[in-house]
C-alpha cells in the first residue's frame, strides 16, 4: 500500500541513507546456476545508476541481503557500496539493519529499506522509509510506505532514488546536470557511469 504523495514525501525528506535487499530488489529473483554449481544474476545497469545517483548525492547505500554469493560481491564493489555497509547471509533482518543504520551514526527512522519477500518484513517495518518493487510478496507490500510500478531487476531501486532526491529538490538539478553533460564527472568506472 502507497501512502498519499505528501505523506511519503516527508517520510523521504528524513532518508539519509538507503538500504537494499538483493534478490527480488536489485535482481528479479531468478536464480540461474552456472556448470559448476555457481550463482549467476543479472543486476539491472539503471538501477546501478540510481545506486551511484545516491551515493553522488551524499546518500549512503547498503546491502542486506539473506544469501551468499559471490556475483553479489562482485557487482557491489563495481557499485562502490563499502563493505562495512553490506550484509550478507543475513538470518535476522531487523537486527541486521539497525547495525547498518548504526554503522553509519543514524536512527532507523532515518534510513529507506526496500525488500521484496517474507524474509524482508521486519526490516521494512523497522525501517524510516518501506519501500518493495511492484511484483513484491503481499505480505510486502501491506508493510510499505511505497510499492514501487517497477518490478524487481527493472527500475525499482531507481523509483525510491527518485522519490528520495524529489523530495530533497535535488532530481531536478541532478537530471539538468545529466541533460547539460556536466554530471558524469561525479562518476567514477563501472558501466552504470554510462
Not at 18 to 39: F, K, M, N
Not at 138 to 163: D, M
Request: glycine letters at 12%; a neutral charge.
Amino acid at each position: 500500500m502507497s501512502l498519499p504523495r505528501e505523506e511519503l514525501l516527508a517520510r523521504a525528506r528524513a532518508v539519509r541513507a538507503i538500504v537494499l535487499d538483493v534478490d527480488g530488489v536489485l535482481t528479479d529473483a531468478s536464480l540461474y546456476y552456472g556448470p559448476r554449481g555457481e550463482y549467476l544474476k543479472a543486476f539491472s545497469a539503471r538501477d546501478g545508476f540510481a545506486v551511484k545517483l545516491a551515493q553522488s548525492e551524499g546518500i549512503p547505500v547498503g546491502i542486506l541481503s539473506g544469501r551468499l554469493a559471490a556475483a553479489v560481491k562482485a557487482r557491489l564493489a563495481d557499485l562502490g557500496i563499502p563493505h562495512n555497509l553490506t550484509i550478507q547471509g543475513s538470518r535476522d533482518k531487523k537486527a541486521d539493519i539497525a547495525t547498518l543504520a548504526a554503522r553509519l551514526g543514524l536512527g532507523l527512522h532515518e534510513v529507506a529499506y526496500m525488500g521484496d519477500d517474507v524474509p524482508d518484513l521486519a526490516a521494512l517495518a523497522s525501517a524510516g522509509l518501506a519501500a518493495c518493487p511492484a511484483d513484491a510478496s503481499e505480505e510486502a507490500r501491506e508493510l510499505a510506505h511505497l510499492v514501487c510500478r517497477a518490478s524487481g531487476g527493472y527500475g525499482a531501486v531507481r523509483e525510491l532514488v527518485k522519490l528520495v532526491l524529489e523530495a530533497r529538490g535535488r532530481w531536478v538539478e541532478v537530471m539538468g546536470a545529466w541533460t547539460a553533460g556536466t554530471a558524469a564527472g561525479k562518476f567514477f568506472g563501472g558501466s552504470d557511469g554510462k
